[in-house]
């Protein structure tokens, strides 16, 4: 044990005196510092602004006078998708997906105010966080602080005479590994910071701790391949270009071209042709406005023959929104077999994507981190699902009473004169079929379980480097 820590002590001494190295050091320290704070701030911030709307979008529609219920229906609602304690490491889809939606009767919008669409949602940098620093910055540390680890032994000529004094070669690799170790601890010491201020807002601990293992194991494996590289090279240029390229191919071109091939294998229908099907689609369903259209023709004669009357004015419900209700159902039916297929074709690409972790622990960490924090495409998909059912309970909810609180007759003739619009209103009070929505990241079981099979892929990685570097000290020559 002396050996590896006199060694790994030699080796922070070269790195002290070293300038280029303190520079990377200093610069490092700097983004970590800036990102982390600026993201913080940030996503408190948004968190305050998403609750306050969502509290303000209720406040709005529960203090709506006596309407025509109908009206209420497309008055709508607003659901607002608030980031989870663990979004100020990794944001994840946020910043492209949107962040509310606004509800309403007959349609299912997307989500809204997205505060950049320049980024895909998998392999490219919308912004500067915590996450992309760890991801994407760190390894180039690494890579200028370890990339002659051995190297410069063989080229000073220590190499030899350690060797030959009985420094045997496991030995040498472990004090190097014992030293590049105790810098990427010392990296990750602002994570765990932000780990810890995630739960004292609410997070768990399982799910903070599975966070910030997951980024210590990928930069270790990374510490690895760059003491594995350093082992096997003869210069430090080969070294260096050798580690760069990976960097380059693991963080900038495998994410792309992954989510390239995703989305050639799984083509996705364009938003025209998609709007013309589910156009052709609602015609078939039929319009819940015109109460005499032949597609309600069937529900007419089974609410005349349930209730033994010859007309709809003698029903004891408002045939109006009867026709309301049953439309309502059968077209979110509809839209909800079009959200479906969409979510299923972009789960689809998102499933060829990750398997890419394999050959790039970027894509797996990447996955990883957001499926932790929250903040992947499953949560987002979970959102607009949550958000879908709040809109078809309170769209129904308003149907209710357009059907059982005003009658027919008042219905049909509301636009006679101002007495009659006034006479075909309803209570305030119905309005309180709206639910308050808070929107939070799944348990943490569940998102450890979305979790797995990338922090798996990492554990692969790790294993396999620990044996090749096991395999190269066996061949450690000068």
Not at 211 to 231: D, E, H
Not at 265 to 273: L, S
Not at 401 to 417: E, F, G, I, K, Q
Not at 457 to 466: E, F, K, R
Request: a neutral charge; aromatic letters at 8%.
């Amino acid at each position: 044990m002396s050996v590896l820590l006199t060694l790994a002590a030699g080796e922070w001494r070269f790195w002290l005196r070293s300038r280029l190295v303190l520079a990377g050091f200093i610069i490092m320290a700097c983004v970590l510092a800036v990102t982390s704070l600026v993201t913080v701030t940030r996503i408190d911030a948004v968190q305050k602004q998403r609750l306050e709307h969502q509290v303000a979008a209720e406040e709005r529609f529960l203090a709506q006078p006596d309407r025509h219920p109908h009206r209420m229906v497309h008055y709508g609602h607003y659901a607002y998708r608030a980031p989870g304690p663990l979004a100020i490491i990794d944001p994840g889809v946020d910043r492209v997906t949107g962040q509310s939606i606004f509800l309403e009767g007959h349609r299912q919008n997307s989500a809204m105010f997205a505060e950049t669409r320049s980024g895909a949602v998998l392999g490219r940098f919308v912004e500067l966080t915590p996450a992309v620093a760890y991801q994407v910055l760190a390894p180039l540390l690494l890579i200028i602080l370890g990339h002659s680890l051995i190297i410069r032994e063989r080229e000073a000529g220590t190499l030899a005479p350690l060797l030959a004094q009985g420094v045997r070669p496991v030995a040498m690799l472990g004090g190097k590994a014992l030293a590049l170790a105790s810098v990427i601890l010392a990296m990750t010491v602002p994570l765990m910071l932000l780990a810890v201020r995630a739960t004292l807002n609410g997070e768990s601990a399982a799910s903070a701790f599975n966070l910030v293992g997951a980024y210590t194991l990928y930069l270790l494996i990374w510490g690895g391949l760059i003491l594995l590289v350093s082992t096997l090279a003869r210069h430090r240029g080969i070294a260096l270009g050798i580690l760069a390229a990976f960097w380059v191919i693991s963080t900038i071109i495998f994410p792309r071209l992954a989510a390239s091939y995703a989305s050639v294998t799984y083509p996705a229908a364009g938003k025209i042709e998609t709007d013309l099907m589910m156009a052709r689609d609602i015609r078939e369903v039929g319009d819940g406005h015109d109460a005499s259209a032949p597609t309600h023709d069937h529900l007419r004669e089974q609410l005349l023959s349930d209730y033994g009357v010859a007309r709809v004015e003698d029903l004891p419900v408002n045939f109006r929104g009867m026709v309301a209700l049953a439309s309502e159902e059968k077209l979110t039916r509809l839209l909800n077999q079009y959200a479906d297929d969409q979510m299923l074709r972009e789960q689809q690409q998102a499933a060829l994507v990750h398997r890419f972790g394999w050959v790039s622990p970027f894509i797996a960490l990447g996955n990883a981190s957001r499926a932790l924090a929250g903040s992947d495409l499953a949560g987002h998909h979970r959102f607009l699902r949550e958000a879908e059912a709040l809109r078809f309970s309170f769209v129904q909810g308003l149907n209710t009473a357009h059907a059982h609180d005003l009658s027919y007759a008042d219905d049909a003739n509301r636009n006679r004169d101002d007495a009659a619009m006034q006479q075909a209103r309803v209570s305030a009070e119905n309005w309180k079929v709206l639910s308050d929505f808070r929107f939070t990241p799944s348990p943490p079981e569940d998102r450890l379980k979305a979790a797995t099979p990338f922090l798996m892929m990492l554990t692969v990685w790790a294993a396999g480097m620990l044996a090749v570097l096991g395999l190269a000290a066996g061949r450690l020559r000068p």
